[in-house]
């Protein structure tokens, strides 16, 4: 029979006293806390320069978008502004002119406001005022935008008014009302 000598650690007992831990899915282990610290402190380290780098590339991101947004000129001037208006319909006037004063108009609103019964009516109305746009060679967005909100099944459509309308139109005193 052979003595095992109890004053030294065996293998198993060295494995049990390491330091496991897992990142990003990954097992870690460690035999002293000392490793442990200095492997912790080198993930940290990476992590940091990783976040760094994450968010130099969505600040990048973010100014091209605000550039590309500064760069697109506002389509608008007052003889334009006055010979769009002059092009729509009454309703499409009233439509717009709500808008310019109220900012954003829910369909059911504007429904009402034009004496329509369904937003199949209403694109109807909401198309010649971009037809009318896009005539004038405006885009439609720079007259209004449409924000859709589903809400169990059911869709609601905003209607917003483009900030470089609601300026020309404020600048020429429009709607008068």
Request: hydrophobic share 40%; proline share 2%.
């Amino acid at each position: 029979m052979s003595r095992i000598d109890v004053t030294q650690p065996s293998v198993y007992d060295a494995y049990k006293r390491m330091i496991k831990f897992r990142y990003r899915g990954i097992e870690v282990e460690c035999s002293t806390e000392a490793e442990a610290q200095s492997v912790l402190a080198c993930i940290a380290e990476q992590d940091e320069k990783r976040r760094v780098q994450n968010r130099s590339l969505l600040e990048v991101a973010i100014a091209s978008v605000s550039d590309a947004e500064k760069r697109e000129r506002n389509p608008w001037n007052g003889d334009l502004f006055w010979k769009f208006i002059e092009s729509l319909g009454d309703s499409q006037k009233l439509i717009l002119s709500k808008l310019i004063l109220k900012r954003s108009l829910k369909d059911k609103e504007l429904r009402n406001l034009v004496g329509v019964k369904d937003n199949k009516q209403l694109a109807g109305v909401m198309s010649g005022i971009s037809k009318q746009a896009a005539a004038h060679n405006i885009p439609a967005r720079a007259v209004f935008k449409i924000e859709n909100e589903s809400k169990a099944g059911e869709v609601t459509k905003t209607y917003v008014v483009s900030l470089d309308f609601l300026r020309i139109a404020n600048e020429m005193n429009w709607p008068d009302e």
